[in-house]
């Protein structure tokens, strides 16, 4: 049997940990890794070419499925309609409020060109989706509650890092835990903002900089901190590099809902990361395995992972995974 082709655009955390991941697939290989950035100035783990993504067309029939791995931000909203007009993509658009919109037109480019395109796969837009999915189609009558953490936020950070008079620093996002006990315990409670998380931020000082000022403007961030419960704690560069270089993340989605004769039920997904992006990148490249298979079923197009059957991510036939899982 041939391998699945794959092509990585993009490569940073995300894009590093969709190449460690191939190397546990054996039903995958990497063809290559295409960058914005001059591709000498790229060092990979292993030995992939590196090229410049303007030359990325040239590809066309020999990569089955391109992962994107640009952030969601700016990178993602341009290349991921652009790039599923040319191949069978994944990515991980993570703005959730903006899913419905990126859909559509990653969809617009995917469908005349008979290419399959997976949107947001990850954990949170991803494995999360699916376990709300499942908790609220069984138990219509109850409630989904997402809690995220202990992890570190990339955008809490970045805004912590803007604050005048910070030099570095890094926020974590945690979960409130007697919130999380009420969920558990299915008392179906009300939560506000400030009730289910709070944050917790470490910061390394300008010289000169006023401690009290700096917290003071981070506390009362609108959108950022302003609804949380916020604790700043101050430290040296050494201390934030080696306690903080991690990128540790997880959570837990819980839906706990009574059926028809008054009994609760309480279900919960959790997962505990050592590094968020090389989790995420996994996941990524189960998907891309299902985006060959659908593409190659014929549905093109772009989906979402509510639309692809689980069956699909697994290496195995359909018959091997009835004998081993059910
Ligand atoms: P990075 O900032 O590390 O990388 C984003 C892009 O920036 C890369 O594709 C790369 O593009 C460019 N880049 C990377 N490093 C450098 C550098 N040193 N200098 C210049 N450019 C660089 O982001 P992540 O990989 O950490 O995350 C990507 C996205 O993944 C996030 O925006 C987030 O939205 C999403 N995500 C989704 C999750 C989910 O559960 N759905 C979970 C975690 C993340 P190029 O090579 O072309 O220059």
New binding site residues.
């Given amino acids: 049997t041939t391998k699945i082709r794959i092509g990585i655009a993009?490569?940073?955390?995300?894009?590093r940990g969709v190449e460690s991941a191939l190397a546990q697939n054996g039903d995958m290989e990497l063809v290559g890794v295409f960058?914005?950035?001059e591709p000498g100035q790229l060092k990979l783990l292993g030995n992939a070419p590196v090229l410049h993504?303007d030359d990325i067309g040239q590809y066309q029939g020999k990569i089955d499925v391109l992962i994107l791995?640009?952030?969601?931000?700016n990178?993602l909203p341009e290349q991921g309609p652009a790039l599923a007009a040319l191949f069978n993509t994944v990515d991980?658009?993570?703005t959730h409020a903006k899913v419905p919109e990126y859909f559509e037109a990653v969809n617009q480019s995917a469908e005349p060109a008979g290419n399959t395109a997976i949107i947001?796969?990850?954990?949170?837009?991803?494995l999360f989706s699916l376990n709300r999915l499942f908790g609220e189609a069984v138990l219509p009558e109850g409630a989904t509650y997402t809690f995220w953490g202990k992890g570190l936020s990339?955008g809490h950070s970045d805004a912590v890092r803007r604050v005048p008079g910070v030099k570095a620093g890094v926020q974590y996002t945690l979960p409130v835990p007697e919130a999380v006990e009420r969920v558990r315990n299915g008392e179906l409670p009300q939560l506000s903002t400030r009730e289910k998380h709070k944050r917790e931020c470490f910061v390394v000082l300008q010289e000169g900089a006023d401690a009290a000022a700096v917290e003071q403007a981070i506390v009362t961030m609108p959108d950022y901190f302003a609804d949380y419960d916020t604790t700043v704690n101050f430290l040296d560069e050494e201390t934030l590099r080696r306690d903080h270089e991690a990128m540790p993340h997880g959570g837990f989605v819980i839906r706990s809902g009574t059926t028809g004769q008054g009994n609760t039920q309480v279900v919960e997904y959790s997962l505990k990361l050592q590094s968020?992006?090389e989790f995420?990148a996994s996941v990524l490249v189960a998907y891309a395995r299902a985006a060959h298979r659908l593409n190659q079923m014929g549905q093109a197009g772009a989906k979402s992972v509510l639309d692809v059957p689980p069956g699909l991510l697994s290496p195995k036939s359909a018959a091997q995974l009835r004998k081993e899982l059910l």
């Fill in positions: 993009g490569y940073g955390n995300l894009g960058t914005r950035r993504i791995c640009g952030g969601s931000k990178d991980s658009f993570d947001s796969v990850g954990w949170d837009p991803g990339q968020n992006p995420t």
